[in-house]
Each structure stands twice: as structure tokens, then as C-alpha cells.
T-cell receptor, first 110, second 115 residues
Framework: EDKVVQSPLSLVVHEGDTVTLNCSYE??????LLWYKQEKKAPTFLFML????IEKKSGRLSSILDKKELFSILNITATQTGDSAIYLC??????????FGSGTQLTVLP | GAVVSQHPSWVICKSGTSVKIECRSL??????MFWYRQFPKQSLMLMAT?????????EQGVEKDKFLINHASLTLSTLTVTSAHPEDSSFYIC???????????FGSGTRLTVV
């Protein structure tokens, strides 16, 4: 059975701090690792990672995948209150459905 | 980009009634639609995978007679919660695989409250 584990489960920081969110996975016939931001409704896509060691970057957010260690991290620099959300990590395997981790609840205080 | 339209966005129903949730792919054909459920402060849990023109595949522990999935066309998949009970109250969301960098497109979700 596929498994995705995220840590920490929750995190409280102040504006301007840098945070690192962790995701480890065990996915049969692994194809990709995806990161999402979820506020009140549907998850919003952030990154899809398929290749090991290549950093993907979008503004203050960046992510990297380590396929040898079955691990990914999501970094957010200079956090803002608008970054407060649940960050979800999901693995995709041969069956193509996504297996989600439990999420990290990030709270950024002003 | 690819859009999946899901409705209703929220619904309140009485215990024992049935509720249908629709997901339509607006500008692409969704051969496969995934249905997820999310309880408060928990992650998305896959309920079932529906394939156009064939029976859905349900995850372990999901009652197929209670959660009826129909995927009769390449642009429409429906989830019907039959004889709903308060414990079925949850956030239901569909997702389809798409080409492009995002890989998957989600509907906007349906918040179901059974009273």
C-alpha cells in the first residue's frame, strides 16, 4: 500500500521566517511527487517533481526531490500571513491516483 | 488550462436522503476521475477511481452501494451518496488527470452536511 508521510503536522512562525516542510513517500512504481496548498476549498497546485535533485522554484517557494532517499522538501522563504494554509504532499504511482500525506498546517503570524 | 467544474459547492440534506455531486471536465476529456473525501483537519482520502464506460474501482473500506459513481461520458462523472447519514458529512472533491505541468485538475469541492 502506498504511503506518504508529512512533517511537521503543524507549524507556527512569524512573518519573514523561512520554513521547510518535509515529505517522505513509499509509492509503487513511483512517477511523480506533487505539492499543493489548500486554504478553504480545493487544493491549489504548487509543484510536480519527477526528477531527482532538480529544484523547482516559484517566487518564494521552492521544492526538491530525492528519489534515492524517497524524500521531498518544500521551502518557503520570507513567509507572509497569506502563506497560512495546509500544505499537502502527494505521490503518484502506476495507478495514477494520488496518495496524499496528512498535510502540514502552516500558520504565519504578523 | 484544464478546468473541472464541480457542483454543488455545498449542500445540506436530511438524514436518509440521497445527494448527487457532479464533476464536469469543461475543455478536455476526462477518461479517469478520482473521487476524494476530506474530513475536518484531515487529508484527502481516495474513495474511488471511475473510468468512462466501466465500473468504478473502490478503495478498501468504501461502500460501493452507498457511494454510487457513474462515469457515463468523457466529460461527466457523478458521485451519489445514498441514504446519507450525519457521519457522511464531509468535503468531497473530484480530480482528473490532465496533460501539462500540473498533472491533475481538481474540482472546487462539495461540502456535504447531513442533518
Amino acid at each position: 500500500e502506498d504511503k506518504v508521510v508529512q512533517s511537521p503536522l503543524s507549524l507556527v512562525v512569524h512573518e519573514g521566517d523561512t520554513v521547510t516542510l518535509n515529505c517522505s513517500y513509499e509509492v509503487t512504481n513511483f512517477r511523480s511527487l506533487l505539492w499543493y496548498k489548500q486554504e478553504k476549498k480545493a487544493p491549489t497546485f504548487l509543484f510536480m517533481l519527477t526528477s531527482s535533485g532538480i529544484e523547482k522554484k516559484s517566487g518564494r517557494l521552492s521544492s526538491i526531490l530525492d528519489k534515492k532517499e524517497l524524500f521531498s522538501i518544500l521551502n518557503i522563504t520570507a513567509t507572509q500571513t497569506g502563506d497560512s494554509a495546509i500544505y499537502l504532499c502527494a505521490g503518484s504511482g502506476s495507478a495514477r491516483q494520488l496518495t496524499f500525506g496528512s498535510g502540514t498546517q502552516l500558520t504565519v503570524l504578523p | 488550462g484544464a478546468v473541472v467544474s464541480q457542483h454543488p459547492s455545498w449542500v445540506i440534506c436530511k438524514s436518509g436522503t440521497s445527494v448527487k455531486i457532479e464533476c464536469r471536465s469543461l475543455d478536455f476529456q476526462a477518461t479517469t476521475m478520482f473521487w476524494y473525501r476530506q474530513f475536518p483537519k484531515q487529508s484527502l482520502m481516495l474513495m474511488a477511481t471511475s473510468n468512462e464506460g466501466s465500473k468504478a474501482t473502490y478503495e478498501q473500506g468504501v461502500e460501493k452501494d452507498k457511494f454510487l459513481i457513474n462515469h457515463a461520458s468523457l466529460t461527466l462523472s457523478t458521485l451519489t451518496v445514498t441514504s446519507a447519514h450525519p457521519e457522511d458529512s464531509s468535503f468531497y472533491i473530484c480530480s482528473a488527470r490532465t496533460e501539462g505541468s500540473a498533472g491533475y485538475t481538481f474540482g472546487s469541492g462539495t461540502r456535504l452536511t447531513v442533518v
